[in-house]
């Protein structure tokens, strides 16, 4: 039976899970996923774990945090003062906004709370710090040309 190696092209079906069971990821609303092995378009554990698979197989795979979003770091969560945010819009939270940093560079960062002095914003990614545990369904193997 044919198995998927790096320059094919696989359709796979999968579920991302945290370590407590979150569902932050999967294919059921928008169906399939097509990748090219030996890409780097998705997570090199993942990657290697669909190499050798045949079709219909399933497979456990776990990406540390580290080798994923990276580390919560708490010096991303910052204060901002109300008066230095667009006055057009009221904060809150789960908003998203723009900050500039130090060196010219911009962070993307999600308001976690509002006080009538300041708002919260954290520029981590949403899924830093956790583990995330994908199953993996092999549906489909395009062979490389």
Request: proline letters at 7%.
């Amino acid at each position: 039976m044919q198995t998927a190696k790096n320059g094919d092209t696989v359709v796979i079906d999968f579920v991302v899970r945290t370590a407590d069971g979150r569902i932050v990821g999967s294919t059921e609303q928008e169906g399939p996923q097509t990748v090219t092995l030996g890409e780097s378009q998705i997570f090199p554990q993942v990657e290697s774990a669909l190499n050798g698979m045949e079709v219909g197989s399933e497979q456990e795979v776990t990406v540390a945090s580290d080798d994923a979003f990276g580390p919560r770091r708490e010096e991303l969560v910052i204060q901002i003062p109300r008066a230095n945010l667009p006055q057009e819009t009221e904060p809150q939270p789960g908003m998203g906004l723009s900050a500039q940093q130090p060196d010219g560079s911009t962070i993307d960062m999600i308001i976690t709370q509002v006080s009538d002095a300041d708002v919260t914003a954290d520029g981590n990614h949403p899924l830093a710090g956790e583990d995330l545990h994908f199953g993996l369904t092999l549906v489909e193997i395009k062979p490389a040309a």
